[in-house]
């Protein structure tokens, strides 16, 4: 049975930084390529990050300098490193296949919902 299980998000000032964690269980990690994926409150879910099995990264323009994805293979979980966040950061985020390398997306998680504020 694939679960992913976000964690890390929070309320956050702007210009503040946070860690999500994306563990995983029922499925072959480090055969997959990954990507963070994130919703703002009334708009589409878009791919913010992701990471090939070999460790290639590539990011949205709106993200790229700012966050970093990154992989542990050992312990079959993704992360993503988010600093200089502002307002428009403010999502929830989820974690998930690639779908732009393997077509299909797993079972989606809950998310972890980052909120950026004065």
């Known amino acids: 049975q694939v679960q992913l299980v976000e964690s890390g998000g929070g309320l956050v000032q702007p210009g503040g930084s946070l860690r999500l964690s994306c563990a995983t269980s029922g499925i072959f990690f480090s055969n997959y390529a990954m990507a963070w994926y994130r919703q703002p409150p009334g708009k589409q879910r878009d791919l913010v990050a992701a990471?090939?099995?070999?460790?290639?990264?590539n990011y949205a323009d709106s993200v790229n300098g700012r966050f970093t994805i990154s992989r542990d293979n050992a312990e079959n979980t993704l992360y993503l490193e988010m600093n200089s966040l502002n307002a428009e950061d403010t999502a929830v985020y989820y974690c998930?296949?690639?779908?732009?390398?393997?077509?299909?997306?797993?079972?989606w998680g809950q998310g972890t919902q980052v909120t950026v504020s004065s």
């Open positions: 998930n296949a690639d779908v732009k390398v393997h077509g299909v997306s797993l079972t």
């Open positions: 990471i090939t099995t070999s460790g290639r990264t």
